[in-house]
């Protein structure tokens, strides 16, 4: 049972263009949702993050909107640039399970110059 | 402050064997969990091990297991090793005091199954 579904494998986008990430989730107990950023050959790192109780969270060129009615997430760059390429994994998590996150499958980004 | 640190970065083994994966956490997070990640499968939960015990389990079977140390560090192992074992295997580490849920992910150990 996938709680977290990224269900665009890739997206390809022009740079200065605005990226969007989407993601969908089943569990309405989830407390946080975060977004991480991978290249290849290099762990994940922390992009972002938002409450259960927020519906939009901003940081720089980086801003996650919350839709818990519809149990989604986006993520959005703006402007994209060709150093944001990478893999976008969303994540979810519960109060209480400590190191636990469950991750989306992901999706690869493409900004092209 | 030094990040989270994986060994070792690429192994190959055979079907049958065994294999020990070594992660020394952040100074000071006291929480360790161990992730996997194949193609198309993104990143599945293994194990948390918080001040040396177990905190949570994912869905894997007992061939997977995990232990860590007073230090902190955390070493899993994976006995019997099947093909489908090969795969990124991530560590990462958490401050106790983070109600997020951010995690600090190490570069990831790369096993191989022949």
């Known amino acids: 049972d996938q709680q977290v579904k990224q269900n665009s494998p890739s997206l390809s986008v022009q740079e200065g263009r605005i990226s969007i990430l989407n993601c969908d989730y089943t569990n309405s107990m989830f407390d946080y949702f975060l977004w991480y950023k991978k290249y290849p050959a290099e762990g994940p790192t922390f992009l972002i993050s938002i409450s259960s109780i927020k519906d939009k969270n901003e940081d720089g060129r980086f801003t996650v909107f919350l839709n818990k009615s519809a149990k989604h997430l986006s993520l959005h760059i703006v402007p994209s640039q060709p150093g944001d390429s990478a893999v976008y994994f969303c994540a979810a998590s519960l109060t209480n399970q400590g190191g636990k996150l469950i991750f989306g499958q992901g999706t690869e980004l493409s900004v092209k110059p | 402050k030094a990040g989270v640190t994986q060994t070792p970065r690429y192994l190959i083994k055979t079907r049958g064997q065994q294999v020990t994966l070594s992660c020394s956490p952040i100074s000071g997070h006291r929480s360790v969990s161990w992730y996997q990640q194949t193609p198309g499968q993104g990143l599945q939960f293994l194990f948390e091990y918080f001040s040396e015990t177990q905190r949570n389990k994912g869905n894997f079977p007992g061939r997977f297991s995990g232990r860590q140390f007073s230090n902190s560090r955390s070493e899993m192992n994976v006995s019997t090793l099947e093909l489908g074992d090969s795969a990124l295997y991530l560590c990462?580490?958490?401050?106790?005091?983070?109600?997020?849920?951010?995690?600090?992910f190490g570069e990831g150990s790369r096993l191989t199954v022949l």
């Open positions: 990462a580490s958490s401050s106790d005091y983070s109600n997020t849920g951010e995690l600090f």
